[in-house]
Structure formats: structure tokens, C-alpha cells
């Protein structure tokens, strides 16, 4: 399983960005797909995610209403659309491919990340 993402950049708050996440043969029919983020200093945390069998997302609570996880299983390709950014939105994005049980998100394959900075 092949990940990559990419989209990042430097943006103002309140500004939007589109994250895209390339991934390789069939891991979209496979794996449910997630984003992750790290922000200097933290720990990873989980962002959003978009079930490999109906579509269903869940999001944290807080980029839930700004952020927007998509699929595209014809482009192979996981979207994070992001809103209304700011400065503590500042982060390395990654996405990921695994399994979700309840609300909670395994990760079995991680990209190389992209990294958002939002200036204010």
C-alpha cells in the first residue's frame, strides 16, 4: 500500500485548502481511510476518516463543520477539504489506511505527510 499526500501549504486564517491523498491499487475497496495531524511540539491526532464500505465519515470535534473528508475510489484518491483554517490548524497532515471499530481508527499504512500553515 502506497500512500502520498500532498496539497499543503501556507495559507491566512480563514482561508481553505484541498488535501489529497494518492493511494495504489485496490486500498480504497480495502481499508477505511483516515487523516491524521501533528502540530510542532504535540502528539498525533486524529482529524477525520471515510468508511471503505458506505461512506460514512467521522470527525473530531474540533474540525467537525470546517473539514470535509471525501473519496474518489475511480481517482484512487482520499480529499481532506479544509475550512475556515486557523492558526491552530497549523500542522503536518497525514492520511492513513486501516480499520475502524466504534470510533476508533487503526492505522495499518501512514503516508509521508504535507504540512498546512496558517498564519494570522
Known amino acids: 500500500v502506497q500512500l502520498q499526500a500532498s496539497g499543503g501549504g501556507l495559507v491566512q486564517a480563514g482561508g481553505s485548502l484541498r488535501l489529497s491523498c494518492a493511494t495504489s491499487?485496490?486500498?480504497?475497496?480495502?481499508?477505511?481511510m483516515a487523516w491524521f495531524r501533528q502540530a510542532p511540539g504535540k502528539e498525533r491526532e486524529f482529524v477525520a476518516r471515510?468508511?471503505?464500505?458506505?461512506?460514512?465519515?467521522y470527525y473530531a470535534n474540533s474540525v467537525k463543520g470546517r473539514f470535509t473528508i471525501s473519496r474518489d475510489n475511480a481517482e484512487n484518491t482520499v480529499y481532506l477539504r479544509v475550512n475556515s483554517l486557523k492558526p491552530e490548524d497549523t500542522a503536518v497532515y497525514y492520511c492513513?489506511?486501516?480499520?475502524?471499530?466504534?470510533?476508533?481508527?487503526?492505522?495499518?499504512?501512514w503516508g509521508q505527510g504535507t504540512l498546512v500553515t496558517v498564519s494570522s
Open positions: 491499487g485496490r486500498t480504497l475497496n480495502t481499508y477505511d
Open positions: 492513513a489506511a486501516g480499520s475502524s471499530e466504534y470510533l476508533r481508527f487503526t492505522a495499518a499504512y
Open positions: 471515510v468508511s471503505r464500505s458506505d461512506g460514512s465519515t
